[in-house]
């Protein structure tokens, strides 16, 4: 991502730490620069620590922000396009849509939606094209993988340098046709 680009993550009232956690380690793989969220769920149920996994393993909540708002519409500059991401009727599929350069991307609650009033505020409502819906800490990360991977200049092999584990020195085998793969006959 270009240092122009801004990339958040708003979270209408979230309830798993589990999830919270997971979304932090996505922001951390995938560069963004900030979680916030709403609601009174989230802080009750992480102050519970019997009820908490460590999901974020990369420990980016160490380095990106994770702030709670009264309002998530509210908590951006002018700039900053916000974009639902929800299973709502009227949507565009992700594979469809093209990343605003600044975005605040706001996620529904685990056993909900994101409201009418933040829908129609909106500049644009995607969706993940699935079967039922997934996970929330997973619909982050394909959201996020998808902004990546649509917007990179970095070559492949430097991204896989810059990213892989430390003890991660596996290489593929030169061919000529590296790419693709071949069918039988």
């Known amino acids: 991502m270009s240092k122009s680009s801004y990339a958040a993550i708003g979270l209408v009232n979230p309830k798993s730490p589990t999830n919270v956690g997971g979304i932090m380690r996505a922001v951390g793989c995938y560069s963004a620069d900030a979680v916030f969220y709403t609601g009174k769920r989230y802080e009750l149920a992480a ?3 019997s009820a908490q996994y460590n999901t974020d ?3 980016a909540s160490q380095s990106i922000s994770k702030t709670k708002v009264e309002s998530l519409v509210d908590a951006v500059p002018n700039e900053v396009k916000i974009v639902c991401v929800d299973l709502v009727e009227g949507a565009v599929p992700l594979p469809d849509f093209q990343h605003p350069e600044k975005a605040l ?10 409201s009418q009033q933040i829908v129609n505020r909106a500049d644009a409502v995607v ?13 982050v990360n394909v959201l996020l993988y998808d902004r990546l991977a649509k917007s990179t200049s970095i070559a492949s092999d430097e991204l896989i340098r810059r990213s892989r584990d430390t003890n991660n020195r596996v290489r593929v085998k030169p061919s000529a046709d590296k ?5 039988p006959r």
Do not use: Q, R, W
């Open 47 to 49: 102050s519970n620590g």
């Open 57 to 59: 393993t990369k420990l």
């Open 105 to 114: 991307y706001i996620f529904g609650p685990e056993d909900g939606t994101i």
């Open 127 to 139: 969706y993940v094209p699935t079967i039922g819906c997934m996970n929330l800490a997973a619909s």
């Open 179 to 183: 790419h693709s793969i071949k069918k």
